[in-house]
């Protein structure tokens, strides 16, 4: 999406938004659906991503760190985005395209993608009432 938008400034789309979409699209009103959770969920595993890769010379060490952090403060703090896993994943594995990035991953392409998502998906489900996004608590 961030392709599209900025004609190759921004090097590639993360994969983890692809689920994302899915459940934006097809469950709008549950919880890891709403806003809030996409897009701290999809910020916060960037950065734990990010800072694992820079800090642990062992690909799997690093995973296994930033993944379970990532979880565990999900669960702690509420902000249930499963997908936003794969964004901590793509941060240490992604390649020199991603690694290069360093902390710029965070924001573009991470939180740009997100929040363009978030975005769409008001979009898209606004025209029906019976699909409130974001939901009503």
Avoid: C, E
Avoid at 45 to 66: H, K, M, T, W
Avoid at 119 to 134: D, E, M, S, T
């Amino acid at each position: 999406m961030s392709d599209a938008l900025l004609s190759g400034v921004a090097p590639l789309l993360v994969v983890s938004m692809g689920a994302t979409a899915v459940i934006l699209f097809s469950l709008p009103s549950a919880p890891a659906a709403q806003p809030g959770a996409v897009l701290i969920a999809h910020v916060v595993a960037a950065f734990l991503g990010v800072a694992a890769a820079q800090i642990f010379d062992n690909i799997p060490l690093a995973i296994a760190v930033a993944l379970g952090l990532h979880a565990g403060l999900m669960t702690r703090f509420g902000y249930m985005h499963p997908p936003s896993g794969g964004t901590a994943l793509t941060a240490i594995i992604g390649g020199p395209a991603v690694t290069d990035l360093g902390f710029k991953f965070i924001w573009r392409p991470v939180l740009l993608n997100a929040v363009l998502l978030v975005l769409l998906a008001i979009a898209v489900n606004k025209p029906f009432a019976w699909r409130q996004y974001p939901a009503k608590s």
